[in-house]
């Protein structure tokens, strides 16, 4: 997304965020990039993260061109050999941030059971335990689907056909939230707005993707509908 945001333009005018190929040739790809890694080991120390991947084939290197590890060029023509599991450990780089405190709670998390008619102190609970909350047993379901959506010039918009059992469901699951407002919360259903096979001509488009628009309005008007977005760069 940054580098879409970043590099954007038309087809004559994108800059160099746009093409991975250049991007490191612009100075803001290192500051995107180390902000990612900040947010990275900070994502770490949260008490209840699982940390980096342990399997080998993440560990080791990437096992699509097989174990190995990668090559950065140094002064004098030397070369420094390293593999993901040799990074894990910032001390060990001999570097750090200014700042490495994480969030308290996520503010969207809380914003959404309040929504739902939490308390805000059932809601701060719940966000600040929500990966022990979330852990239990899972269940998947459709609850509809659309055919392809083609997009030409600012806009386009697509309906579904909600599936009654399975909305029933969810229905009744973000009920229980108002229901538990006193007291501690059990985690309600999660929807998710899945996109699929998503092809564009231009690189470094970004997509802002909303729910529910009333008709005829304009979606930049309703930011409390906004899903998030999708950006193209190959």
């Not at 399997?55 to 080791?60: P, Y």
């Not at 780089?93 to 308290?104: G, I, K, N």
């Not at 059992?165 to 999660?190: E, H, N, Y």
Request: net charge negative; proline share 9%; with cysteine.
């Amino acid at each position: 997304m940054v580098h879409g945001l970043v590099g954007g333009g038309d087809q004559t005018t994108l800059g160099l965020m746009s093409w991975p190929d250049f991007a490191g040739l612009d100075p803001i790809f290192y500051l995107h990039h180390a902000n990612i890694d900040r947010l990275w080991d900070v994502w770490k120390k949260i008490p209840t993260s699982k940390g980096d991947p342990a399997q080998a084939k993440w560990v080791k290197g990437p096992p699509s061109i097989g174990e190995h590890a990668f090559e950065m060029p140094m002064p004098g023509g030397k070369k420094w050999a390293y593999t993901p599991g040799d990074v894990q450990d910032l001390s060990k780089l001999e570097y750090t941030y200014d700042d490495m405190s994480p969030p308290s709670a996520t503010p969207a998390l809380v914003a959404r059971l309040e929504q739902l008619g939490a308390n805000a102190a059932a809601a701060q609970t719940f966000a600040a335990q929500r990966s022990a909350a979330m852990a239990g047993p899972k269940t998947v379901e459709l609850l509809g689907a659309s055919g392809s959506v083609p997009l030409v010039g600012a806009s386009a918009g697509a309906s579904l056909t909600l599936d009654p059992t399975v909305k029933a469901k969810v229905a009744a699951s973000l009920a229980t939230v108002r229901a538990q407002a006193a007291g501690p919360l059990a985690p309600p259903d999660r929807v998710y707005l899945n996109l699929e096979h998503v092809h564009g001509l231009d690189d470094a488009t970004v997509f802002s993707v909303y729910v529910n628009v009333p008709p005829g309005e304009d979606p930049a008007r309703h930011p409390e509908l906004k899903a998030g977005g999708v950006a193209l760069c190959y």
